[in-house]
């Protein structure tokens, strides 16, 4: 569902995956050089490879009140599963935050000295992730300080950090926060605390292949909701809802979502609202799929929201869902231009170079909207992703549709914080520079859609096939995210988006479309890795799978050129039909691979193209980026969303308030959403 981080899209999966990622920024640097709107300074703070932005809520003054308390209230809702997310990121996370928010309130020693500084970026690296490993490579942070400096802030504060809660901040273990090593038991080697600590990939295989959901047409999301531990020997799942595991944050969110539902717009947003309710008290999964149903069915209104335990991107083998809620408001304007897209969706399916036994001869629900971002927590805060697709459930999406949205605001926000200094470094020539500047940013903004609205509702498996996280296991992921960019790569380079309205001129905005995801694929998206690792976040293997497959397949046309001028190496599109053409091939056998379930084949793909780099190329990257400062990870401060009340407590309007510094903020949701 949602991620994508900023490079062409990625987003979401039809099969329970959703793209959220924060999409790269570096891409979308490209935009437009606009300049911030003097009034408002986007970029919060800057510390370590990360960066917290600002971002505003355009829609906010056309809601009349009973709206804005919807958004309010909705939004106290995710808030106060904060504390949720950063439990299943790790089982001592929620210790250690404690601890070192009451060293951060109360030491009196010297606070300008370099250990409190590394300290106090510690903390606010940990902030930025929820929890103590890094939000997107998912190694553990390490500390700048020692052991002894923290001894020394715990005991000046009376802090008490004791045993393994204390150890893991500086020792080995649960080095990952996710292990998707091939041959390693990756349950068993995940620090996430979704699995009891001796359970193993083995028992969570045999516990969900006895389980059956009452209908097979209708698979439940079997351990979404749950931990699955060992008790006594026997495998248990503890599930989250009221009274149960997370029982006391979950009351809560309950308590919002009631307000929230005496101030729904309509009906059908009242009713989804109470199945959501229904589902936090029982923790059901057949209310969570009648809720998907209801929540997926109510499209009118202004004003949406996500909210529960949806992505499983932070489970090894994808069962279990981590807390994440986003409140939105539509943008019109941005919506009508999408709607396009989902109005054409056959004509793209019918004309895709897939095999005709995998097209869907009808597209069902494709919905697509351009909204603004009111407020984010757990999963989705601060790093954001830019784009959401839900609901997860394949059956759910093929029955009813989904909903897919694109963060504007949130988009915007990156764009105006960036520079395009880098971009500069890793185009070869005036040109493509010039393509990019002007095509560029209309040219992501319409793959994201693509991927979204075409790419993942297109397809479908072959009869008897199951879902692909049992056919493609840990390659689900990257396969899904892999198809439905390359589904928008096919489309992008086409007179068809001319002929619709969508651009001015499609061979510039294809041009521009296939430089960028070439650049990233092949190069700028390795800013993200460290020297000598392996790619294993999805999206980046998707990304260097296609570019680099296409590359190779066209070498002997010499399609794209790797060009090496003064010690810099670019790579060079020459001919851009041939280049389509082989994004349509590999289109074709993602799909075949998708929809037949061939193991081999995906594991072949990925290994092969998507998950060893070129060490030289890598080094190069990483020396060429050294003279840029914006760090390579974004997020965002939520502003915040304060009511004003009359002398009987009744809400009279609110003030949106603009956070001083990223400490207030996590400071004041530690204390305030401080459930667990
Ligand atoms: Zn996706």
């Known amino acids: 569902m949602k991620r994508i981080f900023f490079t062409a899209a990625a987003l979401c999966g039809i099969f329970l995956f959703s793209c959220d990622e924060n999409k790269e920024k570096e891409q979308d640097l490209s935009v437009e050089i606009e300049q911030p709107a003097p009034d408002f300074e986007y970029v919060l703070d800057q510390f370590a490879d990360l960066r917290v932005l600002r971002y505003r809520i355009p829609g906010w003054d056309q809601l009349d009140l009973q709206q804005q308390k919807l958004v309010y209230y909705l939004a106290q809702a995710g808030l106060e599963g904060r504390d949720i997310m950063w439990d299943q990121n790790y089982r001592h996370n929620l210790t250690i935050r404690k601890a070192l928010e009451n060293i951060y309130r109360n030491y009196s020693g010297d606070r300008n000295s370099d250990n409190w500084k590394n300290f106090e970026i510690y903390l606010k690296r940990i902030w930025f992730s929820n929890g103590i490993h890094h939000h997107y490579s ?25 045993g393994e809660a204390f150890e893991v901040i500086f020792n080995d273990k649960d080095a990952k926060k996710v292990d998707r090593q091939r041959g390693a038991d990756n349950v068993l080697n995940s620090a996430v605390n979704f699995y009891g600590p001796d359970v193993t990939d083995a028992d969570v295989e045999s516990f969900y292949a006895a389980k ?150 009808d597209v069902v629900g494709i919905s697509y909207k351009v909204v603004t971002v009111a407020s984010g927590a757990g999963d989705a805060s601060p790093s954001f992703p830019i784009e959401v697709n839900l609901p997860n459930s394949n059956w759910i999406r093929a029955a009813v549709g989904s909903k897919s949205i694109s963060l504007g605001n949130i988009i915007d926000s990156y764009e105006n914080a960036g520079s ?5 470094e890793f185009i070869r020539d005036s040109t493509e520079l010039e ?21 993942h509702a297109s397809g479908q498996l072959n009869p008897g096939v199951g879902e692909t996280k049992e056919t493609l296991r840990s390659y689900a992921s990257t396969l899904e995210e892999g198809r439905a960019d390359l589904v928008g790569l096919y489309y992008l380079y086409s007179p068809k988006l001319q002929e619709l309205g969508l651009v001015d001129d499609w061979k ?15 190069m700028l998206q390795l800013i993200r890795l460290n020297l000598g690792d392996d790619i294993e976040q999805s999206h980046m293997r998707n990304r260097q799978w296609v570019s680099a497959w296409v590359y190779e397949k066209g070498k002997e046309d010499n399609v794209i050129e790797k060009v090496v001028e003064n010690g810099k190496t670019y790579f060079v599109i020459n001919d851009y039909e ?25 594991e072949k793909l990925v290994e092969t193209y998507g998950v060893k780099v070129d060490q030289e190329i890598h080094a190069e990257v990483l020396k060429r980026n050294e003279q840029f400062e914006a760090a390579p990870y974004s997020g965002f401060a939520n502003p915040f969303i304060i009511p004003k009340t009359d002398e009987n407590g009744e809400i009279t309007g609110f003030e949106i308030r603009q956070p001083e510094s990223f400490e207030e903020e996590m400071l004041y949701y530690s204390e305030t959403y401080g459930n667990l």
């Open 578 to 602: 041939k280049l389509r053409d082989l994004f349509g091939e590999l289109l074709r056998e993602t799909q075949r691979i998708k929809s037949e379930g061939d193991y081999e084949a995906v």
């Open 138 to 162: 998912n190694d553990k942070i390490k500390p700048e300080f020692s052991e002894d400096y923290l001894n020394e802030l715990l005991s000046d504060t009376g802090t008490k950090l004791e």
């Open 420 to 424: 395009v200094d880098r971009l500069k």
């Open 212 to 361: 059956k959901s009452p209908d097979p047409d209708k698979p439940l999301a079997l351990g979404l909701n749950s931990k699955l531990v060992k008790k006594d020997g026997k495998l248990v799942e503890e599930i989250y809802k009221s009274g149960g595991l997370y029982g006391e944050a979950i009351d809560k969110i309950i308590g919002w979502l009631e307000k929230a539902q005496g101030v729904a717009e309509n009906k059908a947003q009242g009713d989804a609202i109470g199945l959501l309710i229904e589902y936090y008290k029982t923790g059901d999964l057949q209310t969570w799929d009648d809720y998907n149903i209801a929540w997926t069915q109510a499209t009118e209104g202004n004003i949406d929201y996500i909210n529960g335990f949806i992505e499983v991107y932070n489970d090894p083998v994808g069962y279990r869902g981590s807390f994440e809620s986003i409140v939105q408001i539509t943008d019109f304007d941005m919506s009508e231009k999408m709607a396009v897209l989902s109005e054409n969706a056959q004509w793209f399916e019918d004309n895709s170079p897939i095999m005709d036994e995998h097209r869907k001869k």
């Open 435 to 455: 393509l990019e500047l002007k095509y560029g940013n209309e040219a992501d903004k319409l793959h994201t859609a693509l991927h979204e609205v075409v790419g």
């Open 508 to 522: 510039k905005n294809g041009m521009a479309a296939y430089n960028g995801y070439i650049r990233n694929g092949l």
